[in-house]
């Protein structure tokens, strides 16, 4: 079974600061890593994903995440923050043989403030 | 394409009343999914469908039934609503096995009274 930590319910932050939303996860099998964003009012949408290859993944929007075998982990990172990313941000795993099955962290709510 | 639509947007319900979570996709996906999102858990699986005709439970199945006669419908039925089910629920699909990106829909959020 698969399970993920994301130890920061909220993050709060002034505009053009850096930020790490950290997660951990930990499973038995190889896993795929996923970042989903949600904005207020709104659905899930993917972020960035890790599959295999390059453990340094980006998304069209300045996030950046590291898949890091050894700790688990896959920090999601941004070197500066705007006010539009201002979202609840979740990670999430599944195991490689079952992408269709996610399991979600409990979320991060980034607040960016002016 | 409208991706993944969802009705309604919101409902209310008074205890042991029940109803039907619409989700739709217009994608030909096989599999589509049903979370339900709370403060602090993020979100959970209910069900799941790898197919027209295939349906299997998720991590929370309980209070709920859904069915999947068609490819593109998978409705989420309460059949006697309690309090505790109080919460936005979020219909999802894939393409197929093994794809990696989940499409979610816009949610449902639910009240029980």
């Known amino acids: 079974a698969q399970s993920v930590t994301q130890l920061d319910s909220q993050v709060p932050v002034f505009e053009e600061a850096p930020v790490e939303l950290r997660c951990n996860y930990s499973s038995s099998v190889s896993v795929y890593l996923f970042w989903y964003v949600q904005y207020p009012n709104q659905g899930l949408q993917l972020l960035l994903k890790y599959l295999s290859g390059s453990t340094l993944v980006e998304s069209i929007n300045g996030f950046e995440a590291e898949f890091n075998k050894s700790q688990t982990s896959f920090h999601l990172r941004k070197p500066s923050v705007h006010i539009s990313d201002t979202a609840e941000y979740f990670c999430?795993?599944?195991?490689?043989?079952?992408?269709?099955?996610?399991?979600f962290g409990t979320g991060t709510r980034l607040q960016v403030f002016p | 394409n409208a991706g993944v639509t969802q009705t309604p947007k919101f409902q209310v319900l008074k205890t042991g009343q029940s109803m039907t979570l619409q989700c739709a996709q217009d994608?030909?996906?096989?599999?589509m999914s049903w979370y339900r999102q709370d403060p602090g858990m993020g979100l959970r699986l209910i069900h799941y469908s790898v197919g027209a005709g295939i349906t299997d439970q998720g991590e929370v199945p309980n209070g709920y039934n859904v069915s999947r006669s068609t490819t593109e419908d998978f409705p989420l039925r309460l059949l006697s609503a309690a309090p505790s089910q109080t919460s936005v629920y979020f219909c999802?699909?894939?393409?197929?096995?093994?794809?990696?990106?989940?499409?979610f829909g816009p949610g449902t959020r639910l009240t029980v009274l």
């Open positions: 999802a699909s894939t393409p197929g096995q093994n794809t990696d990106t989940q499409y």
């Open positions: 994608m030909n996906h096989e599999y």
């Open positions: 999430a795993v599944s195991p490689f043989y079952n992408t269709d099955k996610l399991i």
